[in-house]
């Protein structure tokens, strides 16, 4: 089954791991006849993969640096450039709220004032009509 894979598992597990990583290995062996060449094949594979170095810890290559610190001042560049694209709308959205409450202010200032034309003209309409009709004539 698995046995003849068993010689290249060692090669593709250091491929994948880190150096300075932590491994764990859990075997599934049975102590039965019919499974003898299989534990023994996983017993001989966890032994190759024991022996597997992964080298010391690196702090990575200056290629991989240059790209990180590349990386990092486009961020930076887009932060601040986001940073005024929200400054911008904060001033937008301020003037626009002024001049919506300036244009609520008269409209209100134009609703007292027809209020006080309509008072104005229902009082001289009543000044009319009560100087109009004498107390004996019908209305």
Same mark, same amino acid.
């Given at each position: 089954?698995?046995?003849? *894979?068993? @010689?290249?598992? @060692?090669?593709?597990?250091?491929?994948?791991?880190?150096? $300075?990583?932590?491994?764990?290995?859990?075997?599934? +062996?049975? @102590?039965?006849?019919?499974?003898?060449?299989?534990?023994?094949?996983? #017993?001989?594979?966890?032994?190759?993969? &024991? /022996?597997?170095?992964?080298?010391? +810890?690196?702090? $990575?290559?200056?290629?991989? +640096? =240059?790209?990180?610190?590349?990386?990092?001042?486009? +961020? =930076?560049?887009?932060?601040?450039?986001?940073?005024?694209?929200?400054?911008?709308? !904060?001033?937008?959205?301020?003037?626009?709220? =002024? =001049?919506?409450?300036?244009? &609520?202010? $008269?409209?209100? /200032? !134009?609703?007292?004032?027809? &209020? /006080?034309?309509?008072?104005? *003209?229902?009082?001289? #309409?009543?000044?009319?009509?009560? $100087? &109009?009709?004498? @107390?004996?004539?019908?209305?």
């Amino acid at each position: 089954g698995w046995g003849a *894979m068993t @010689p290249f598992a @060692p090669l593709c597990a250091q491929d994948s791991l880190s150096p $300075g990583s932590r491994t764990l290995m859990i075997l599934a +062996v049975a @102590p039965t006849f019919a499974t003898a060449s299989e534990t023994l094949f996983t #017993m001989q594979f966890a032994a190759r993969v &024991r /022996k597997i170095e992964l080298g010391p +810890v690196t702090s $990575g290559s200056s290629k991989d +640096v =240059r790209r990180l610190e590349e990386t990092l001042i486009a +961020v =930076r560049k887009s932060l601040a450039a986001s940073e005024r694209e929200k400054q911008t709308l !904060e001033t937008q959205l301020s003037s626009q709220k =002024r =001049r919506q409450h300036e244009a &609520r202010m $008269g409209k209100a /200032k !134009e609703v007292e004032q027809l &209020r /006080k034309t309509i008072n104005q *003209m229902q009082t001289k #309409m009543k000044k009319k009509k009560s $100087g &109009r009709t004498s @107390p004996g004539s019908p209305i």
